[in-house]
């Protein structure tokens, strides 16, 4: 049987995936668009159980007909529900977005607050949407966005065994270093998306290949299958 992998040695493993990805992706970032701290809170609100293209698509024209939070408390529930209904789900982010919006301008002037307990306070932000307005707008190291991708990855690359987000979370900031903990994810996210693909990974393409326990060209199995 194998031996257990160190902490240490895991550290060690983590650094060098994360090194080789970045020279592989050196421009991954964000892939939701935004011009400013509010915009990226309500795409990645819409984000939920949605592709980031399709956010995208959605925004596009609703970042033009509501610049700020006092706009979306303008209109009517049913109004804002039909401009987001293509992201899905779109009663719930209403409320959100909505109650949200209330937040902001009657507690913060408008503005996003920069701490994980009050972002955390604003309907319908857990911690992953709070993670990924601190990271990418303010460049503040809160944790690590765990998504559908993120989880994907990480279960393959042996770096947790954990299923919830939170404690997969807790794991990952320990073994990341933490000037990383932005770029990860990203990284994670445009690997997955080229090459350790859900289905089909490339694993003889792979620039990860030496340091992931569940290779085909180790096992003999598709991780995938
Ligand atoms: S070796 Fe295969 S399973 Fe491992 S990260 Fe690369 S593509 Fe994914």
Redesign the pocket.
């Known amino acids: 049987m194998a031996r257990k992998e160190s902490k240490e040695e895991l550290k060690k493993r983590t650094q060098e995936i994360v090194r080789r990805l970045k020279r592989a992706f050196p421009d991954a970032k964000c892939s939701l668009n935004h011009t400013n701290p509010f915009e990226l809170l309500i795409a990645t609100i819409l984000s939920a159980q949605c592709t980031d293209e399709r956010v995208n698509l959605v925004t596009a024209d609703l970042f033009r007909k509501y610049r700020g939070p006092e706009d979306y408390l303008k209109v009517p529930a049913r109004e804002l529900e039909t401009d987001i209904q293509s992201t899905g789900f779109f009663r719930n982010k209403t409320k959100s977005i909505q109650g949200t919006a209330k937040v902001l301008t009657e507690k913060y002037h408008g503005e996003v607050p920069r701490t994980m307990e009050e972002l955390l306070e604003l309907p319908g932000v857990a911690r992953k949407t709070a993670n990924v307005v601190l990271g990418n707008a303010f460049e503040i190291k809160s944790g690590v966005v765990v998504d559908t991708h993120v989880t994907r990855l990480s279960h393959?690359?042996g770096l947790t065994k954990e299923k919830d987000a939170q404690k997969i979370e807790r794991d990952l900031v320990e073994i990341v270093a933490k000037k990383d903990w932005v770029i990860f994810s990203h990284l994670l996210i445009y690997h997955g998306r080229k090459?350790?693909k859900a289905r089909t990974?490339?694993?003889e393409e792979?620039v990860?290949?030496k340091y992931?326990p569940?290779?085909?060209l180790k096992t003999g199995v598709p991780?995938g299958s």
Do not use: W
């Open positions: 393959r690359l090459t350790c990974p490339l694993c792979c990860i290949e992931c569940s290779s085909y991780p």
